[in-house]
């Protein structure tokens, strides 16, 4: 056997491996970002008008009714795919973070954070889903019920699509913890206002619609969060 034609790759193994752990030098987070890619890129190629039609109808304030021509069964297949990918990508700033704490040393570590992040985000949003139903469909008409969760549903594919490349930034350039907190703060900021502003437009358009709206988002924010929380801390030991 020659080895002076192994020697090398022996050597670059040794090297790579006495190199500290990063984010973008592992194969399974740029596989996780090129999967984010592939997923996006599809749904534009594929439904561009979809989306299209999905943002315009948000600057333009449509109503579920006004949009339904652009609700197929097609549709719903590219928005499971697309929720999955906003799970995803809120797992990569997740892990991203830890990373920048030190709590991530190496690949297998990245693997459980990224899957234990995906389930976290995809339990979050199905809870909160879960509430909106029933409370809406409790207090509101079917009508506002539907509108409200579409309006949810779109913003968290939209959301997906900005934090996929905000993860992607964080990991390319290895940003600052404080960037990253003052970035993802920066974010869920303006959802949370999106998220009040259409509710309130959909929900709460008489005298104390304010005082309404104010009980109704603490209520069914922090009821997902408490349960989510719950979630995490028995699912901590395992990883």
């Known amino acids: 056997m020659d080895t002076t034609a192994v020697s090398p790759l022996v ?3 040794e090297t790579r491996s006495s190199q500290p752990f990063t984010l973008i ?6 596989g996780v970002l090129l999967l984010c890619f592939l997923i996006i890129a599809v ?4 439904r561009s008008h979809y989306l299209h039609q999905m943002i315009y109808g948000y600057s333009m304030g ?19 795919t697309l929720l999955l990918q906003t799970c995803i990508s809120a797992a990569l700033v997740l892990t991203y973070y830890l990373w920048t ?11 459980k954070y990224l899957v234990a992040g995906t389930i976290a985000a995809a339990a979050y949003i199905l809870i909160k889903v879960v509430f909106f139903i029933i409370v809406n469909n409790t207090l509101y008409s079917k009508q506002q019920a539907a509108a409200w969760t579409q309006v949810f ?18 990991i390319s350039f290895e940003l600052s913890t404080s960037f990253v907190l003052i970035g993802a703060a920066i974010l869920l ?11 309130f ?8 619609g304010l005082l309404q709206l104010f009980i109704y988002f603490c209520t069914l924010e922090l009821i997902p969060l408490l349960v989510l929380g719950k979630i995490l801390t028995n699912l901590s030991p395992i990883f």
């Open 43 to 46: 749904a534009l190629a594929d």
């Open 189 to 199: 900021g303006i959802i949370e206002i999106w998220l009040i502003l259409r509710a």
């Open 11 to 13: 050597t670059a193994w």
């Open 201 to 208: 437009h959909i929900f709460f358009t008489k005298k104390y």
């Open 62 to 80: 449509h109503t579920r009714a006004q949009s339904d021509n652009i609700r197929t069964s097609r549709s719903f297949y590219l928005r499971t």
């Open 25 to 30: 030098g592992d194969d399974i987070v740029i």
């Open 153 to 170: 549903g779109d913003t968290c594919i939209l959301s997906g699509i900005v934090f996929f490349a905000f993860a992607m930034c964080c």
């Open 101 to 111: 704490k030190g709590h991530v040393a190496d690949s297998s570590q990245c693997w």
